[in-house]
């Protein structure tokens, strides 16, 4: 090939003929017409600095066309192994979401906090006094007012608030990380 085939003028006459056929021929494994033209300008630009390099004999078509063909590849290549990483993230995300799923379904709160939280509270009403036993029991578990407690154990109505505040500190302190659940089961007796 003389150096004057190898000029611009051969190289704009390449670009106008190939253009519209390799780019069909790109996009048709691409299926990205955008994707298909930079890659035809990619192999048009690498043929341009790499034209003195090439032997004289070199079919310059097919060596574009075998530039395109790799660069699509590994575009496809590249595809492929984003779409792997991306089903596998979403696959381990799917797994997640359907361990939660379950998890959460599967999960009775009153199973889960009563059995513990039913421990905890026994372990502290054996911690209280007799006394203050006696009247945090009258006042949660028979729901008995202040004033019938104080006149069932003859005592002051300050006194009982004080044994009944006495219990609350202390129970606070035990169930802190069940707070939100304190209400609802310290209402109910325990076995």
Request: charged fraction near 30%; include cysteine.
């Amino acid at each position: 090939m003389n150096n004057e085939l190898k000029g611009t003028d051969y190289f704009a006459s390449l670009f106008e003929q190939y253009k519209e056929p390799f780019i069909l021929f790109a996009n048709s494994y691409l299926r990205d017409r955008v994707v298909a033209e930079d890659i035809f300008i990619e192999a048009m630009m690498q043929y341009w600095e790499k034209r003195q390099e090439l032997p004289s004999d070199t079919n310059v078509p097919a060596y574009i066309l075998t530039t395109i063909k790799n660069k699509a590849l590994n575009h496809l290549r590249h595809l492929d192994i984003k779409l792997e990483a991306e089903t596998e993230m979403f696959n381990h995300q799917t797994r997640e979401l359907n361990f939660r799923i379950f998890s959460l379904e599967s999960c009775d709160p009153t199973d889960l906090f009563s059995s513990e939280m039913q421990s905890i509270i026994r372990k502290t009403m054996n911690e209280l006094d007799e006394k203050t036993k006696q009247i945090f029991y009258k006042s949660r578990y028979e729901n008995k007012t202040n004033r019938e407690i104080a006149e069932e154990l003859d005592i002051s109505i300050k006194t009982v608030e004080f044994h009944i505040s006495k219990a609350l500190k202390l129970f606070r302190a035990r169930l802190k990380d069940y707070l939100p659940f304190i209400v609802l089961l310290l209402n109910h007796s325990i076995p």
